[in-house]
């Protein structure tokens, strides 16, 4: 149950956890790319726009029973990449029934921002749509490849650096083992540059698992992907964090997503040392050859 609870959503619905008392409202359905190896949150799903009219209504119905939401997340999968004339409709009549609403986030690709021009994606931020979370997964060539993101690590580097300069605040999601054993070391390497680069305001890790029915589980079940350890792991989220650099402005870290096995937080760089020594611990506690158990619904 969402708390959204007036509306009857196209299922499966996801977002955020920090988007977990946010009101959710499909501007699209699925996800422009859905070709992600590892995903198969849309996979169910063609990609489409819903009509605008059904989306008022589903604002509507929201208002007329009394909610006055705080935070709003718009999805499903990418709903930047939603055409603006239905954005900025969708984000007026959000204004208008709920003056009080504070924030509204979205996800995006980078694709989604590259594509908007920051005229556009200003005037977004004008009507609150002022966080985007963007799946990096990876600061690497060659794994973003392999897993067909769809976009170069420079895309998401100038994508991160346009949306920050637009008045977003950027969200980025990092994929712990994406690159499997081979490429573990240019995906620290790689991905801690993209982050030093970017420097986005919130900074989260995933852990990947490879969920059945996906491209990436046959490529594990083919040995084209070797899974890292619950130890490798670790080390992987201690060694990026080592090598990011973090500005003096704040960097708020997460990993508490229920596809890590620890979950952590804290200000970076303020806290850098201490989340480090933290995750040391772990990796010194943890045996050799244990695999993490997937979580029932990531
Ligand atoms: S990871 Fe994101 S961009 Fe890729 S298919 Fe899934 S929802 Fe789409």
């Given amino acids: 149950m969402f708390f959204g609870q007036p509306i009857t959503y196209e299922e499966p619905v996801f977002r ?7 009101l959710l409202i499909q501007v699209t359905i699925g996800c422009s790319n859905n070709k992600c190896t590892y995903c198969d949150m849309y ?10 009219d059904d989306i008022k209504k589903d604002l509507q119905k929201c208002a007329d029973s009394g909610m006055a939401p705080d935070k709003i997340f718009l999805c499903d999968g990418d709903a930047l990449g939603a055409p603006m004339e239905v954005l900025e409709a969708t984000l007026d009549t959000i204004n208008e029934l709920f003056p009080d609403v504070r924030r509204i986030g979205v996800y995006a690709t980078a694709e989604n921002i590259l594509e908007k021009s920051e005229e556009e994606l200003k005037r977004l931020a004008d009507k609150k749509l002022n966080i985007a979370y963007l799946g990096l997964e990876s600061g690497d060539d060659k794994v973003l490849h392999m897993i067909v993101k769809g976009n170069t690590a420079e895309d ?5 650096l346009k949306i920050k300069s637009c008045g977003f605040k950027l969200s980025t999601i990092a994929m712990l083992g994406v690159g499997g054993k081979k490429y573990s070391q240019q995906h620290i390497e790689n991905t801690a540059k993209v982050i030093s680069q970017t420097n986005p305001e919130f900074f989260s890790f995933l852990t990947t698992f490879a969920v059945p029915g996906t491209p990436y589980h046959t490529m594990v079940e083919r040995g084209l992907i070797e899974p890292l350890t619950s130890k490798e792991l670790l080390i992987e989220m201690h060694d990026i964090l080592e090598l990011s650099s973090f500005d003096l402005n704040s ?32 990796i010194d506690q943890t045996p050799e050859g244990l695999y993490p158990t997937a979580p029932e619904r990531m």
């Fill in 16 to 22: 955020p956890p920090s988007e977990w008392r946010s």
């Fill in 43 to 52: 996979r169910s799903k063609t990609y489409r726009v819903r009509n605008l």
């Fill in 156 to 160: 998401m580097v100038k994508a991160s």
């Fill in 251 to 282: 960097v708020i870290f997460r990993a508490n997503h229920v596809s890590n096995a620890h979950p952590l937080g804290g200000t970076l760089p303020k806290d850098k040392e201490k989340i480090l020594k933290t995750i040391k611990g772990w």
